[in-house]
């Protein structure tokens, strides 16, 4: 028999082996369930922190991904922004460089044609200087060619030679000697000789003139070229290192027309 003391009332009461056995199998079952239920909370609470726990993780590793993606993007944006940057900062460094040679070229261009007018004018203005040098050259001739036939009727060209240089010699020529050559050397000689000499007496130039006016040829007309031999004749025989033929002759033509001719090609330092 088994001694039971109630925990309500308190009272003790006695129970055979079998009540006292079912009465320890409900205490047992009781005790299990409720242990059961417990364990059962319990794994369900560490199921739930788990899941919690799980989801956490997940969330922190979804958002760790999503901020390295993020962080990825950023970098990638960073990289494009600069190679356009750099991208914009070639093409403009490109195009300032075409500018400036363009604008370098446009300025060039600007004084090549600045340059080439005013060497269009410069020649231009030359030319018309030339050619109204030489018709002011051919108004002298026509008009010392009507002084001749009218005013100085009975006055060679010799002697208007001789009047034009005699009234500039003091000013121009005060140790020059300009006279008639007189001297007759191998048959012939010049019209006149022109000498200058230093201060000290040394003579630095000499000249054999011959003067030739159309009023003094024969019917004949004769050309400058018909007198340079034996000009040069006479400017060696003489030992002139210059000679010079002062010629009204061939007043049409263009060469002798432009002013002193240099004929030394065919007549050493020889002049008409």
Do not use: W
């Not at 410069?122 to 030339?130: I, V």
């Not at 022109?194 to 159309?214: P, T």
């Amino acid at each position: 028999m088994n001694q039971i003391v109630c925990p309500n009332c308190h009272k003790s009461f006695t129970l055979d082996e079998a009540g006292y056995a079912d009465i320890l199998k409900q205490v047992r079952d009781t005790n299990f369930e409720s242990e059961l239920h417990e364990r059962l909370a319990l794994a369900e609470a560490a199921k739930q922190t788990e899941i919690k726990l799980a989801e956490a993780e997940a969330t922190a590793r979804e958002s760790k991904k999503a901020t390295d993606l993020e962080k990825s993007i950023a970098e990638l944006t960073a990289k494009l922004a600069a190679v356009e940057t750099e991208k914009k900062l070639a093409v403009t460094e490109a195009v300032s460089k075409i500018e400036k040679d363009r604008d370098n070229l446009k300025r060039d261009l600007e004084v090549e044609k600045a340059s080439q007018k005013l060497a269009e004018l410069a020649l231009k203005d030359k030319y018309e200087t030339q050619i109204k040098d030489r018709e002011d050259t051919i108004e002298r001739l026509k008009d010392l060619k009507a002084k001749l036939s009218t005013k100085m009727v009975g006055e060679t060209l010799e002697q208007h030679c001789e009047h034009e240089f005699n009234s500039i010699r003091a000013g121009a020529f005060p140790n020059a000697y300009f006279e008639k050559d007189n001297e007759v050397k191998d048959g012939s000689k010049g019209d006149y000789v022109f000498r200058e000499a230093s201060d000290a007496g040394v003579e630095f130039v000499s000249i054999m003139f011959e003067m030739k006016n159309e009023n003094d040829t024969t019917a004949t007309k004769k050309k400058n070229e018909d007198f340079l031999a034996e000009l040069d004749k006479d400017r060696n025989a003489k030992g002139c290192e210059f000679a010079v033929l002062v010629s009204l002759l061939e007043p049409e033509s263009d060469l002798y027309n432009n002013g002193i001719v240099d004929v030394s090609h065919r007549y050493n330092k020889m002049y008409v």
